[in-house]
């Protein structure tokens, strides 16, 4: 498995503080990446988004160490968030404040990945054919559209952003989970939504598909930077981008497709042998 990912988190043109997060660990048996928003309407989100980076990151160490499934490690994830969720809560009843924050996290393992978020900061996938969003935005707007799918429903733009899961924020929450297995090359985006509000979503799955296809990472999210400040940066701009090859599992695939290739023609050989002494025979 060939890894290679860039990042940035900055403040953005308008924000006072940065109050995102970002990790990113690679090793040879387990990567593990992550951005966090602190959210920004509550006391001290840069607490919250720094805490909860700090939980994926003891749960990289974790899965460091021992020899674990994907969905055991998922399970491990879910686990850690759930334990970070209690934490931040304790911090803020004892400070009297609301604290929380977003969290997006991408495991790889093996041939196989897990997406994890909670919140609204997205996790994109892309491969040489095609472009999917694997995570689940909790926001007002979209259980709105979920709980109403067939109706017609009217845009509140004040309402529709809030959040109605954010790790520390709620007392019960319900991290969102995809898995997926890795075949050839294939880009991975997590981001802050100071990121992906501000750009055109054709903008992002057209580059995501070119990083899929050999674009360097760090191209990849200096074009999506710019374009975010160009369009006024409103908030905090965090970004992780990865690049995977499953070079063994797509070795293997191509040997095994013209090893059929060849059966075909042997077949069709003999068979056409086969005819033609029939056909002499006559």
């Known amino acids: 498995m060939e890894i290679s990912y860039d990042l940035f988190s900055e403040i953005g043109s308008c924000r006072k503080i940065n109050q995102d997060m970002v990790t990113a660990h690679v090793s040879d048996n387990v990567s593990v990446f992550a951005v966090a928003d602190g959210m920004g309407g509550h006391s001290e989100g840069e607490y919250a988004s720094s805490q909860a980076v700090k939980a994926i990151d003891d749960l990289w160490l974790e899965l460091c160490e021992n020899q674990y499934s994907i969905q055991a490690a998922v399970d491990l994830a879910v686990s850690a968030i759930y334990k970070i969720n209690r934490e931040i809560q304790q911090y803020s009843r004892e400070k009297n ?157 191509i040997k095994a497709f013209y090893a059929i290739i060849a059966l075909c023609i042997i077949v069709m050989l003999v068979f056409g042998g086969i005819m033609l002494k029939l056909l002499l025979n006559t």
């Not at 929380?100 to 196989?112: C, E």
């Not at 909790?138 to 559209?145: A, C, E, N, P, V």
């Not at 004040?158 to 959040?163: H, Q, S, T």
């Open 97 to 253: 404040i609301i604290c929380g924050s977003t969290l997006s996290v991408l495991i790889i393992m093996n041939d196989s990945y897990a997406a994890i978020n909670i919140g609204d900061s997205p996790i994109f996938y892309a491969d040489r054919s095609g472009f999917i969003h694997i995570s689940n935005e909790h926001s007002l707007g979209q259980m709105k559209l979920k709980s109403s799918p067939s109706e017609k429903i009217t845009p509140d733009p004040k309402r529709d952003g809030r959040l109605v899961q954010a790790v520390g924020a709620v007392e019960r929450i319900y991290p969102y989970v995809r898995t997926g297995q890795l075949v050839g090359t294939q880009a991975f985006l997590i981001c802050s939504d100071g990121v992906s509000k501000l750009l055109a979503p054709h903008t992002i799955s057209d580059d995501l598909k070119r990083v899929a296809k050999g674009k360097a990472t760090k191209d990849f999210l200096d074009s999506l930077k710019e374009e975010v400040y160009c369009n006024g940066a409103t908030d905090n701009l965090s970004a992780v981008a990865v690049y995977v090859k499953d070079s063994l599992n797509y070795g293997k695939k």
